[in-house]
């Protein structure tokens, strides 16, 4: 059974900085592509950033510059590291493991709000 647990999220001024962490478990690590997505209110849950089995990320325009992806396969961990955060970055932000057949996992969420 894959799961995949977040944690990491909280309540930050702007311009502040947070880490994500997602744990993985029940599944092959090393041979997925690893994600973050966020939903805001009232909005899509949208890519924030992916990192492949390679270690090539990609990134949505808005984060890039600001955020970070990374992943370490022995601990089944994946990261997101955020810098200069934003009110509009306010959302629950889900870890997400897609596999070279297309099956897809999704975390629980954690959640980030950026106000003063």
């Known amino acids: 059974q894959v799961q995949l647990v977040e944690s990491g999220g909280s309540l930050v001024q702007p311009g502040g900085s947070l880490r994500l962490s997602c744990a993985a478990s029940?599944?092959?690590?090393?041979?997925?592509?690893a994600g973050w997505y966020r939903q805001a209110p009232g909005k899509q849950r949208e890519l924030v950033a992916t990192i492949t089995a390679g270690d090539n990320t990609n990134y949505a325009d808005s984060m890039k510059g600001r955020f970070t992806i990374s992943r370490d396969n022995a601990k089944k961990m994946v990261y997101l590291q955020m810098n200069s955060l934003k009110p509009e970055d306010t959302a629950v932000y889900y870890c997400?493991?897609?596999?070279?057949?297309?099956?897809?996992?999704w975390g629980q969420g954690t959640q980030v709000s950026v106000s003063s």
């Open positions: 029940g599944i092959i690590f090393t041979l997925v592509t």
């Open positions: 997400n493991v897609r596999t070279r057949l297309g099956s897809e996992f």
